[in-house]
């Protein structure tokens, strides 16, 4: 093993190294991160969920800025068309096409998969961002916890929904972005409503993120020679209106070391592979676009063999992995449970 990757796996065990704006100033030293090649994305369309604020607004910004067509999928109307407009001032072009839809609602996202298929000839990043956390359980119109529902049950139906337009566009790729949060929580599938113990957002929130990578792993597993590859990754810690809100001692405490979305020079910048590049050639992008740039080749989902470890990449999480003899497995006589980060228990998946 050389030296960066030592460094890095020393940034990894530290969690404030590696989760901090120091993991990527440290990190793009080591490896030589490079900005961009103008116009990277130019000819693709790219898909992010909750785009209006924070992170989900860094990544529009990025992804707009090497060229994409950016699909803006959020609940207001208003907050989407301010984006829109601050996009088409700043390119001047209008590639920005408004697709209003609350992902806690099966109906409105099946109303906007409906809508997307109709107008969009291709897809080729799909960008899983919106989330939040509530103070109080509550439910969805569908009677889903409303954390379940928004993290987790939305976005894996825009996900099937999509797959039609995923697989007919070569190098299509689905970015989930995960949380650390996840560490602090075991799944439990007999309790994903969160009726038996005393809800706490913070804690729904977390289990909701198990939920979404154990997802990640299984659709890598199902989409595994298609040329549709699913990421997960971590943005690190962002000083984000939304962290603000729902974590406000976490916030206090992180606030220093915390990146700026879109600040430059903050770990919302992570590894990304240039088109086209050489195997290592790496780039400096907003997480979540990151990889919407097409990795090298030890990228094994895409190429048709085994997927590729979720903590491969810079701000993949760490840590999840398959279940012994198959990803998703029931065990006899007890609860469902994690292992590791892999999922007992039935996840039904098209």
């Known amino acids: 093993m050389n030296l960066p990757s030592l460094v890095d796996d020393a940034l990894e065990v530290t969690v404030v190294g590696s989760f901090s704006r120091v993991g990527f100033v440290l990190r793009r030293l080591l490896f030589g991160w490079a900005p961009p090649a103008d116009g990277a994305l130019c000819g693709r369309t790219a898909l992010v969920t909750g785009p209006t604020s924070g992170l989900g607004r860094a990544a529009t910004d990025a992804l707009a800025s090497m060229g994409?067509?950016?699909?803006?999928v959020g609940r207001s109307a208003e907050r989407l068309t301010a984006v829109r407009d601050a996009l088409v001032a700043t390119h001047g072009e209008d590639r920005f096409p408004i697709v209003?839809?609350?992902?806690g609602s099966l109906a409105s996202v099946r109303a906007a998969i409906d809508r997307i298929i109709e107008t969009e000839p291709r897809l080729d990043v799909l960008v899983d961002n919106a989330g939040a956390i509530f103070p109080e359980r509550s439910e969805s119109p569908d009677g889903i916890e409303a954390t379940v529902a928004v993290l987790v049950v939305g976005p894996f139906v825009l996900v099937s929904g999509l797959l039609p337009l995923?697989?007919?566009t070569p190098g299509a790729r689905v970015v989930c972005?995960?949380?650390g949060g996840m560490y602090t929580q075991k799944l439990d599938l007999d309790d994903l409503q969160s009726t038996v113990v005393p809800f706490s957002?913070?804690?729904a929130y977390a289990r909701a993120k198990r939920a979404q990578v154990a997802l990640v792993r299984e659709w890598a597993r199902r989409l595994r020679g298609t040329g549709v590859t699913i990421n997960a990754m971590h943005p690190g810690w962002a000083d984000t209106p939304g962290l603000a809100e729902t974590l406000p001692g976490f916030y206090r405490a992180m606030r220093p070391v915390a990146a700026k979305p879109g600040g430059g020079g903050g770990h919302d910048r992570l590894a990304g592979r240039r088109p086209g590049g050489r195997g290592d050639e790496r780039v400096a992008v907003p997480g979540p676009a990151a990889a919407a740039l097409r990795p090298g080749p030890r990228d094994a989902a895409e190429r048709g063999g085994s997927p590729a470890p979720l903590g491969h990449d810079r701000g993949a999480v760490r840590g999840a992995r398959p279940c012994p003899g198959g990803v998703i497995e029931r065990p006899?006589?007890?609860?469902s449970r994690t292992r590791g980060g892999c999922v007992s228990g039935a996840l039904p998946l098209p």
């Open 68 to 72: 994409a067509r950016v699909i803006l």
């Open 100 to 103: 209003v839809a609350d992902m």
């Open 166 to 168: 995923l697989r007919r």
């Open 177 to 179: 972005v995960t949380s």
């Open 201 to 203: 957002g913070p804690r």
């Open 332 to 335: 006899r006589g007890g609860r």
